[in-house]
């Protein structure tokens, strides 16, 4: 059986490849902690230089483009953890910072109703 830090391994190669695929560089650096019932992912990406231009200009278009590519970030990044590690989830949330270019994913594992519900 392989061991917590392998698995925080595997989520971070799925979310380097992802980002590559989107937007044709890796991350600067990520950190993964596991949580209970979540898994917390802290990255640093290097701005897409053509929203990075537009965005002192008009930040409301670049805006609704980050929220295009947050949206397909998580497609994807969904796919991935059920295909490659088999992993249930509710959801996942993400929010990216265009001036610090630090994001932040939350993924929130399988909780059960009651929970929820508090």
């Known amino acids: 059986m392989k061991g917590l830090g392998h698995f925080k391994q595997q989520i971070q190669a799925i979310n380097n490849k992802i980002n590559i695929e989107l ?21 640093r990406n290097k701005r897409v230089p053509a929203l990075k231009a537009i965005d002192a200009i008009d930040r409301n278009t670049t805006r609704f483009i980050d929220l295009a590519l947050l949206d397909e970030y998580k497609r994807r990044f969904k796919k991935a953890l059920v295909e490659e590690l088999g992993i ?9 910072d265009p001036e610090t270019e630090i994001s932040v994913t939350l993924i929130i594992k399988d909780l059960k109703e009651s929970q929820v519900r508090g």
Do not use: H, R
């Open 23 to 43: 937007f044709q560089v890796g991350l600067l650096w990520q950190k993964v902690e596991v949580l209970d019932n979540a898994i917390l992912l802290i990255t």
């Open 88 to 96: 249930n989830f509710v959801t996942i949330f993400k929010d990216y």
